[in-house]
């Protein structure tokens, strides 16, 4: 069992930034692979970013690319997702994720977390 918890989430003008953080604990946190993924009112949960269990690969969907960045701290049990030029498009619930495996496919993530809100604002 792994238990996630979110934090960092809150309201940005557009252009802003924000740190996402999402504490791990419970079963050895390196050995999962970590997504985030978010999920805009009446859409479906979107695959955001992901990043193998080392931390030396990452992905993105192409909507954040160059603007997201996520990252790890095995140490600290902690996955972050740095989030520059935030646009209103992105305001959305953000939920980190871990899985066994590295994949974009929200059905092979076993452990979720609860979710922190991102605004942002035009």
């Known amino acids: 069992q792994v238990q996630l918890v979110e934090s960092g989430g809150g309201v940005v003008q557009a252009g802003g930034s924000l740190r996402l953080s999402c504490a791990a604990s419970g079963e050895t946190f390196s050995r999962y692979r970590m997504g985030w993924f978010r999920q805009a009112p009446g859409k479906e949960r979107e695959f955001v970013s992901a990043?193998?269990?080392?931390?030396?690969?990452?992905y993105y969907v192409d909507s954040v690319k160059g603007r997201f960045t996520i990252s790890r701290d095995n140490a600290k049990n902690t996955v972050y997702l740095q989030m520059n030029s935030l646009k209103p498009e992105d305001t959305a619930v953000y939920y980190c994720a871990a899985s066994p495996v590295t994949t974009s496919t929200i059905g092979r993530y076993d452990y979720w977390g609860q979710g922190t809100q991102v605004t942002v604002s035009s």
């Open positions: 990043i193998t269990s080392s931390g030396s690969r990452t």
